[in-house]
């Protein structure tokens, strides 16, 4: 009897961790197309981590001619605590091209000096303007703050 249990118990210990496993793996690959929601200070601390991967930040937004970023502060004192914002990532040769990066601006005008919550590809190389900042977000998804909401047609989502 006690050899029958014994049996009993390896066999259900076996199905959990074999099911805990097919749970992981099946996990995984479905987060990879998935946005991962962090803080602008975890993503400006560990680059590395979330290099490639789709991510979900909030934080003030600033649009201007060399200083396009979104911030874990509203006044900063270093670009640094910062992470530039790649609203296009060209062609930048016909006038349709200038004026898809010019409706993208105005679209992003709208959050200037607003918190607003990003979803895009964050980029640990690519450092901005000059490379002055500590990363950048590319290929937008959308962007969402207290009145406004967009999608972007980027493919971000996709890559």
């Known amino acids: 009897m006690k050899k029958l249990h014994d049996q009993s118990c390896r066999l259900l210990i076996g199905c959990l961790f074999s099911g805990i496993s097919l749970f992981a793996n099946g996990t995984e690959a479905h987060a990879e197309n998935q946005s ?60 349709d091209d200038r004026k898809r990066i010019e409706k993208k601006m105005k679209l992003l005008n709208k959050f200037n000096g607003n918190v607003a919550t990003i979803e895009a590809r964050f980029d640990q190389n690519n450092k ?22 967009h999608t972007f047609e980027d493919k971000a989502a996709q890559k």
């Open 36 to 95: 991962e929601s962090l803080s602008l200070i975890n993503l400006i601390a560990t680059p590395e981590r979330y290099d490639g991967h789709l991510v979900l930040v909030t934080g003030h937004v600033t649009v201007g001619l060399e200083n396009m970023s979104i911030c874990f502060m509203k006044v900063n004192y270093s670009s640094k605590d910062c992470i530039w914002l790649n609203i296009d990532s060209g062609p930048y040769e016909t006038e």
């Open 128 to 149: 901005g303007h000059f490379g002055m900042w500590s990363g950048a977000l590319k290929d937008l998804v959308r962007i969402y703050g207290k009145n406004n909401y």
